[in-house]
């Protein structure tokens, strides 16, 4: 006779604990619920900040203002350029030299008026002598005039060489401020684009949110499975087995 235990076969499955498995199938419940719906939703209004009516009033303001220039700059670039060219001569100097000449007129008119007086009280009025003074006073006159003209002249020309030497040193900057408009115009640019670019960006932004919106739900609630706890259970079963 023979004898012995029955053999027996052992089968593991996996499953949800029952105690959680309520919450879990809420939870999946939702997630469908959730990736069915149309939220999430981008936020409705712009993401950027319109400029202000006094912003965009001040931008309107420093264009016109870059685009015109300086009327300051101007009137000084060409006061600079005409002293540059030699244009920049004392206005004055004309009426300096007529109040020398007239001065120099009244000192030979009184020369000549007491030349007189002592040749007629010698009794010599009208000789040789008389007239060759009186032509010594001429010259002297002339000579006169004609050196404070020369004196005044030179001292209003080294005085302008003086202004053109300092324009010439100027000039530079004067053409450089030039730039400062441009420069003016370029930063009320950039602020306009700025603004573009903001606009740009918030369209963007929708657009990829609604492009990427399907995947991201896709993948929050595939994410639902593989995050589930799972438990096992082993069950032995006997096999049944032929005898004697």
Do not use: C, H, W
Not at 85 to 97: K, S
């Amino acid at each position: 006779m023979g004898g012995g235990g029955s053999p027996q076969n052992s089968t593991t499955t996996t499953s949800i604990d029952p105690a959680i498995k309520p919450y879990v199938t809420y939870g999946l419940e939702e997630g469908k619920r959730l990736y069915e719906s149309q939220a999430p939703t981008f936020f409705p209004g712009q993401t950027y900040v319109s400029p202000s009516a006094q912003t965009q009033e001040a931008l309107r303001m420093a264009q016109e203002r870059a685009m015109a220039g300086s009327p300051l700059t101007q009137a000084a670039q060409a006061e600079t350029l005409a002293t540059i060219q030699g244009r920049g001569v004392n206005p004055f100097l004309a009426g300096a030299l007529e109040g020398v000449n007239r001065q120099a007129g009244v000192d030979y008119t009184n020369v000549i008026q007491d030349l007189n007086s002592r040749t007629a009280s010698a009794g010599r009025y009208g000789s040789a002598a008389q007239g060759q003074q009186i032509g010594q006073a001429q010259d002297i006159f002339a000579r006169n005039i004609a050196e404070a003209g020369n004196r005044m002249a030179f001292q209003a020309a080294e005085a302008e060489r003086q202004r053109q030497m300092a324009a010439v040193g100027a000039a530079p900057q004067m053409a450089q401020a030039d730039y400062a408009d441009i420069q003016r115009l370029l930063t009320v640019g950039g602020a306009k684009e700025a603004q573009g670019a903001a606009e740009l960006q918030d369209a963007m932004n929708r657009f990829n949110f609604q492009q990427n919106l399907p995947q991201m739900k896709l993948s929050q609630f595939a994410n639902l499975f593989s995050s589930v706890p799972q438990g096992s259970t082993t069950v032995q079963q006997a096999t049944p087995q032929g005898g004697k």
